[in-house]
DNA sequence: GCTATATGCGCATTCGTATGCAGACGAACA
DNA sequence: TGTTCGTCTGCATACGAATGCGCATATAGC
């Protein structure tokens, strides 16, 4: 007797144990067992059974490798974020995978060279066969890798920004209110020099929370109180350092996001402004972090894990139905008033 | 003539192209195909030549399906984590996926079911081939999968953390100096009254910080100077409202992590109290938010990008070398001392 | 006791690529 | 001209599971 007796199911096997072994030591076909593991009805209760023992007691699994080339499916799908290392990108890919993972799909990250809008050459892994379906939250309106997998039957949606030319299920908030809203709470406080400290020119959320807050202000923005930049940190922090450093400060700053109004505050702060005296500060999104007492910061709400999720749902969807007609899904955003925003100081220059 | 012609690499192909639509197009057999695509040095430059602008112009790309049936590799490993919504995590992720997508590897996320040590039953999945390898960083000292896994006969490697009864590739800090650091650096400051508000009992980070702070200290801490819970904000939030609400509230906090310790702090400032006049507070890690000038938290720095870094090259190489003894990588720590730490207050009661 | 229907299972093929083996062909040599 | 060697390419099969088809056997019907 060797001693491999005590291991029932193969401690050492350095062989996969297939449908062909589990076939010959319960004594049926191969198919048998194929069709016993989906469940077919047609077999009958005693091979079943019978069928389901040898394949436990070999530690039997089936090879995904096989079933994908088989079924032409491989439940994963692709979610494309810019920075992993964002707390937005997070907690949208967080509510994604939970949607997903529910229903059987597995996600592997796809960060997107955002280097210029062409590196469809080193996207080409897109291309092979091995995703069911991607959720994209980095669309720019140029982008060149959504239409190129739309054209090669991919399916897909696009989250929290879409692309005007481009006709996909879109999942996004209704970011035109968004920067209405956020305007009007700056103007009804008594701010009349704001600057915006936005995200990239190219992307939906800045053009349409842009377009929002001009929609209030009713009158063109100097150049100087218009600025643009990627969604991060560093961004908004550079960005109020060059307002706040110049020859008249703005006494509000509308950041592109969150994690850009986090930035501003750092900036401000380190430099000794005090948040709403000096500078009144709002953010989109309402991170968690936001909420956080060292933070406190005022920002328009968008319900990201409800887009999140409603996204995944529409990904699975499209890829059980790749022909039906596109869906578009808005959700509603709302203004929360937090610390950081309040009336500017007096007129008279505190020289 | 059909209208297809102006679309060289079919827009509206339904059906995959396979290399032996190449072949066919070429003239060629299927198996040439393959090896031009596959830098077959036997193959004449005239035939390469022919295949490789046919392959172009009919759009084709390799089914990654197939291949990894027929190679038995599938260029995929899982990386594992607890909550993708933390910072810590997310850091650790971004750094693993630059690391192995730059050797080509994809990365599915694979969310631990902390629930309990069991629930194998749900991760049925990793047991597939469907993953090359993978990177565990929510190891606990009972964790059932990673011996599953390892008994299977997949690569793996520990990140961050590590299990002293299991054998393989571990990646982390050195934990116990970390612990002694922040004591010391506590005790040096004149405290006499810390409290520990840690993550959970059965990591190894948990029990190698607690360590090192004992050792320190020298005495046994009183019981309710001792927390344990998940690593997450809320947890902090949670301890120190407990901590400060008591009878004699401490001096000072040492947190399981830095995510723990801004909850820490964020329940402290929430109610009124200062860093570090009436409370200080020290963590570990020294994430990025760390530095915030809002957070400006003490923090032991562990290298979690060089951690990361290695932990992904430590599994590329077992990948390729699966009887290779294991390797034990220990990085050093580093105190960073901010602004949440200072002398205690002045021994008199503040009634 | 014979045909007709149902049930349960095996046979053989398929998914698309990689690869061992062998054959074709040309060149080089005697 | 015949042999040998080398170069290039085709043939056939394997990877492991899913599935259409058809053949047994069992059951029913008369």
């Not at 299920?169 to 700056?186: F, K, P």
């Not at 100087?224 to 969604?231: E, Q």
Request: charged content about 25%.
């Amino acid at each position: 007797m060797s001693p491999e007796h005590d291991l029932p199911n193969g401690a050492e096997q350095r062989q996969r144990v297939t449908s062909r072994d589990v076939a010959a030591a319960a004594g049926v076909h191969q198919s048998t067992v194929s069709r016993v593991l989906n469940g077919d009805q047609r077999i009958s209760n005693n091979t079943r059974k019978r069928v389901e023992a040898t394949a436990e007691q070999l530690g039997y699994v089936p090879s995904k490798r096989a079933q994908n080339l088989r079924t032409r499916r491989s439940g994963v799908v692709g979610v494309m974020v810019h920075d992993i290392d964002n707390a937005f990108y997070l907690s949208l890919l967080s509510d994604m995978h939970r949607e997903l993972s529910a229903v059987g799909y597995s996600i592997v990250l796809i960060v997107d060279p955002l280097h210029r809008r062409s590196d469809i050459s080193r996207m080409r892994h897109l291309f092979d066969d091995s995703l069911d379906g991607m959720l994209i939250t980095t669309a720019m309106i140029d982008s060149e890798i959504p239409p190129a997998l739309r054209a090669r039957g991919m399916p897909l949606v696009l989250a929290v920004r879409s692309m005007p030319d481009l006709d996909v299920d879109t999942v996004e908030s209704d970011n035109v209110a968004a920067g209405r809203e956020a305007a009007r709470h700056l103007v009804a406080l008594g701010h009349t020099d704001i600057a915006v400290a936005m995200g990239p020119k190219e992307t939906s959320t800045t053009r349409d929370r842009l377009r929002g807050v001009l929609d209030v202000i009713q009158t063109e923005l100097p150049p100087d109180r218009v600025m643009h930049g990627p969604y991060r940190h560093e961004t908004g922090y550079a960005m109020c350092r060059r307002l706040m450093m110049g020859e008249r400060p703005p006494t509000a700053i509308i950041a592109g996001n969150d994690v850009m109004a986090i930035g501003v505050l750092d900036s401000a702060w380190r430099t000794g402004l005090s948040t709403p005296e000096d500078l009144s500060v709002l953010g989109f999104d309402d991170i968690p972090m936001a909420a956080w007492q060292a933070i406190n910061l005022t920002t328009v709400r968008q319900d990201s894990k409800a887009i999140a999720e409603q996204a995944a749902r529409r990904l699975v969807d499209r890829i059980d139905q790749p022909d039906s007609p596109p869906h578009h899904d808005i959700f509603p955003v709302s203004l929360t008033v937090r610390a950081t925003t309040g009336p500017p100081r007096a007129k008279h220059p505190r020289n």
